[in-house]
């Protein structure tokens, strides 16, 4: 702050310093060299990129040449894994992770709004220092961690007792659904409140001004300011639930299932892509490149969600600056 | 003409009808948030009872020191704790310099251009990849290798500890990027221009006073990153991690199991017996993890308030 009076008045000085800087760039021998090593390293995430599309592409391509594209994405029928009786549409499995995207939100998009809420409007700063971290600690309990409990506590202790040992099967997705929403809770809660803490004091302030209560201010007045990074939260999570894999795997079950019914047996696509993962199949075989195709599919999903929720946070972020 | 002051008694700040009403509303909405902010904690309390109370009689130094068995009285996790140590410990060396690499050429050297636009998009996108994607790619190049026209691109390692470390590297590195973007931005221009002004070079500058500035940005985001490596499990199970490992791991060469995976493998079994030593094995895996979060939040409130 101190330096920004002094650099102004001597620009043709600061010309004349850039110019010598630029030519101490590289005045050492190997550094050079060094920076050329920083450059690879950029180039890494590049190739990861390139790496990720080609090989999921190059199988998918592969796939294709045995099912036609009208049979994956007309076709409702998933049945990969028994010989003779292949039927290979997506529609199942995109059901199955749709159920859990709906069911998890159901729990979570509440929940995780009203703690943005409570932090970012009525939590002293002392409390939310304390309340944040351990909210964040939710998500970084490893996801195997979270299967567990869906199945042997939530689908035993928690679902059965309410809705009836006969109803529920032991692999259901509202199991691995309430798990999931408690893993993206900090996800939505952490975005959504950093996005009401953006919210100038200004419109807080009219609002009072104006006699609305502290519930009206933060309901009508900054959630709706706050909105594009509320939605940005929400993809975000979605997007995370989508590519979840070891909760669905464990919890929801495996067989493809069409339905949006919480009380159900469903296979989301990272649910199938872990059984063929886990049954090592050959490759070459259809059951190798159909994890492709699934694989490419989640990917375009998830890829799909979270340039829109960048979008969003960019297109909107300027709004009140 | 003057007007009588008001009796006391006659007019009151408690607010009526329906600004009470909105008050009233105001103020229980409190309690309904609080409420709502702690459910997902009180679930991982409760979670974490639970797994108190089931993994604790089984948790013993027969159980740390013992290798996997049939009989779930037996089965310990000495192959799985060693393979996390091996896993994490490569991960560690491989994906960090690349991070600091790729971040201090960004904020530091990159030239503002399409190039590196590119690259910081291409980041923020790496970093929503789901895990098991990457296990894809790491089974499809590391484990198999990359062969085109009869040349060795890549070689194939197979299920080795070194296929697996280079599947979570890749998949910590947007992570740990940007975590290392972010603290290289918080160093302060002063520094840099004083250090410029002074006649060091921009290499000389980032050793001496951008990086020792950012450190502590640094280490947070990796230990963070470190610790979701730890618990990884799909990326593992998908590049055919999933053995069973009686021995310890001596190179980067072996086949290797982790906690997480051995948790999963537990888990799947129907008897109750292997539900109690995988409680016992989340145990042992939080330990590690919320060890690792205590760390970097440690690290990150010390250097805070300097």
């Known amino acids: ?321 | 003409m003057a007007l009588a002051p008001p009796q006391s008694d006659q007019i009151s700040l408690r607010a009526q009808g329906r600004v009470a009403r909105r008050q009233a509303f105001s103020r229980l909405s409190r309690y309904v948030l609080l409420l709502a902010t702690v459910t997902g904690i009180g679930v991982l309390a409760v979670l974490a009872v639970d797994t108190m109370v089931r993994g604790l009689p089984v948790l013993d130094w027969q159980f740390i020191t013992s290798y996997p068995s049939r009989n779930a009285v037996d089965a310990g996790l000495r192959s799985s704790l060693l393979g996390t140590v091996w896993v994490m410990g490569t991960t560690i060396i491989l994906a960090i310099p690349v991070a600091i690499g790729t971040a201090v050429f960004l904020e530091e050297f990159a030239p503002k251009g399409r190039f590196t636009s590119v690259v910081r998009l291409n980041i923020a996108n790496l970093a929503g990849v789901p895990s098991i994607i990457y296990g894809i790619l790491g089974l499809t190049v590391f484990v198999r290798g990359v062969e085109l026209q009869g040349v060795t691109l890549f070689p194939a390692l197979g299920t080795t500890i070194l296929a697996g470390s280079l599947t979570l590297a890749l998949m910590i590195l947007p992570m740990t990027v940007i975590a290392s973007v972010e603290a290289i931005r918080q160093v302060p221009p002063s520094i840099r221009d004083g250090s410029l002004a002074l006649g060091a070079t921009r290499l000389q500058t980032v050793r001496h006073h951008t990086l020792p500035g950012a450190l502590p940005g640094i280490m947070t985001g990796t230990i963070l990153a470190i610790s979701r490596a730890a618990g990884e499990t799909a990326a593992l199970i998908m590049i055919g991690a999933f053995a069973f490992i009686a021995f310890d791991n001596k190179s980067v060469n072996e086949d290797f199991t982790t906690v997480a995976i051995q948790i999963y493998n537990w888990t799947t079994r129907p008897q109750e017996a292997f539900r109690a030593n995988a409680a016992a094995g989340i145990i042992v895996l939080m330990v590690m993890v919320i060890g690792l979060n205590l760390v970097a939040v440690l690290i990150r409130e010390r250097f805070r308030r300097k």
């Not at chain 1, 042997?152 to 309410?162: C, K, S």
């Not at chain 1, 996800?187 to 609305?212: C, F, H, K, Q, W």
């Not at chain 1, 994890?291 to 989640?298: H, N, P, Q």
């Open chain 1, 1 to 321: 702050m101190a330096s920004e009076p002094t650099t102004a008045p001597m620009g043709h000085d600061a010309a004349l310093l850039q110019k010598q800087m630029q030519h101490s760039t590289f005045k050492r021998p190997g550094e050079l060299a060094v920076v050329a090593l920083l450059w690879l390293c950029g180039t890494i995430s590049l190739i990861t990129t390139v790496l990720i599309v080609t090989t999921l592409f190059g199988e998918t391509i592969d796939f294709f040449r045995e099912v036609s594209p009208a049979e994956f994405f007309l076709e409702t029928r998933w049945q990969a894994l028994i010989p003779g009786t292949e039927s290979f549409g997506i529609w199942e499995l995109v059901a199955g992770t749709a159920n859990v995207v709906l069911w998890s939100m159901v729990f979570a998009l509440p929940l995780g709004l009203a703690a943005a809420i409570y932090l970012s409007e009525y939590a002293h700063p002392r409390t939310r220092s304390i309340l944040k971290p351990i909210l964040e600690v939710l998500a970084g309990v490893p996801t195997v961690v979270y299967a567990f409990f869906a199945l042997t506590v939530v689908t035993e202790y928690v679902l059965r007792p309410i809705f009836g040992a006969d109803r529920v099967p032991i692999f259901n997705s509202l199991s691995a659904s309430l798990m999931m929403a408690v893993m993206i809770l900090p996800t939505i809660a952490s975005v959504s409140e950093d996005a009401m803490a953006n919210v100038p004091r200004e419109l807080r302030e009219g609002a009072y001004g104006l006699g609305a209560t502290r519930l009206e201010v933060a309901i009508k007045v900054v959630l709706p300011a706050a909105l594009s990074g509320v939605i940005a939260a929400v993809l975000l999570a979605i997007a995370r639930v989508i590519g979840e894999t070891m909760i669905v795997a464990l919890a929801a079950g495996s067989t493809p299932n069409l339905t949006l019914m919480p009380l159900e047996g469903i296979q989301t696509m990272t649910g199938y892509m872990l059984q063929v993962g886990l049954g090592d199949a050959a490759r070459g075989t259809i059951n190798y490149t159909s994890l492709f195709a699934v694989a490419s599919t989640l990917f375009v999903f998830t890829f799909a969600l979270n340039v829109i929720a960048t979008w969003i946070v960019n297109r909107f972020r300027e709004a009140y600056e």
